[in-house]
């Protein structure tokens, strides 16, 4: 069992930066993908980014690319996303999630993970 809380979330203007952190706990989880979702108001949930815990392999979805970077740190059992450059587009409920796996395999399908947090608001203003 697995148990995920973000946090780092806020209000932040267009071009502004956030990190937010995922703090993992219950179980080891060597074997875990680590991915971060996003759900807009009124909107399907978007995957963001993932990485594998193991060896640290990151995947983009592509309107994030080049200014979000997504790390782990394994002492911390802690996930981050480093967001940079935000728009007003990437406002939402941000989510961390976990799955077996080591590879990115339907990395960007929500129902494929199978531990998730509560969610942090990130919200961007113009």
């Known amino acids: 069992q697995v148990q995920l809380a973000e946090s780092g979330g806020g209000l932040v203007q267009a071009g502004d930066s956030l990190r937010l952190s995922c703090a993992a706990s219950?179980?080891?989880?060597?074997?875990?993908?680590m991915g971060w979702f996003r759900q807009a108001p009124e909107k399907e949930r978007e995957y963001v980014a993932a990485i594998t815990w193991s060896a640290g392999n990151t995947h983009y979805a592509d309107s994030v690319k080049g200014r979000f970077t997504v790390s782990r740190d394994k002492p911390k059992n802690t996930v981050y996303l480093q967001m940079n450059s935000l728009k007003p587009e990437d406002t939402g409920v941000y989510y961390c999630?976990?799955?077996?796996?080591?590879?990115?395999?339907?990395?960007?399908?929500?129902?494929?993970?199978?531990?998730w947090g509560q969610g942090t608001q990130v919200t961007v203003s113009s």
């Open positions: 999630a976990a799955k077996f796996g080591t590879t990115f395999d339907y990395v960007g399908r929500s129902y494929t993970y199978d531990y």
């Open positions: 219950g179980r080891q989880f060597s074997t875990y993908v």
